[in-house]
Nanobody, 123 residues
Framework: QVQLVESGGGLVQAGGSVGLSCAAS????????MGWFRQAPGKDREFVAAITWSTGTYYTDSVKGRFTISRDNARTTVYLQMNSLKPEDTAVYYC?????????????????WGQGTQVTVSA
């Protein structure tokens, strides 16, 4: 069982930066792949970024070069640093955890989810 708690969202101007954190409970954190997803109003939840247990990273095309995912296994925390933010990045951002499997970008692969944190980017 893994519990996830996100923090760090807020209101930021376009072009600005914000960092998200996701604190995970459990001693097996190191065994999980960790992902960030987001859901904008009226849209489906979508993949943003993921980091494997072996620290391989994956990003959706729209955030490549702007977002960075990282993890600190000692602190059982995963981070998402978001730079050069755009209004279209506005969404609730969710942290998720999965046992390593196939499609790391697929929502259904993740068994554990946080409650989400709002990021709003003003034009």
């Amino acid at each position: 069982q893994v519990q996830l708690v996100e923090s760090g969202g807020g209101l930021v101007q376009a072009g600005g930066s914000v960092g998200l954190s996701c604190a995970a409970s459990g001693r097996t954190f190191i065994r999980y792949d960790m992902g960030w997803f987001r859901q904008a109003p009226g849209k489906d939840r979508e993949f943003v970024a993921a980091i494997t247990w072996s620290t391989g990273t994956y990003y959706t095309d729209s955030v490549k070069g702007r977002f960075t995912i990282s993890r600190d296994n000692a602190r059982t925390t995963v981070y998402l640093q978001m730079n050069s933010l755009k209004p279209e990045d506005t969404a609730v951002y969710y942290c998720a955890a999965r046992i390593p499997g196939k499609r790391i970008e697929a929502l259904g692969e993740y068994s554990y989810w946080g409650q989400g944190t709002q990021v709003t980017v003003s034009a």
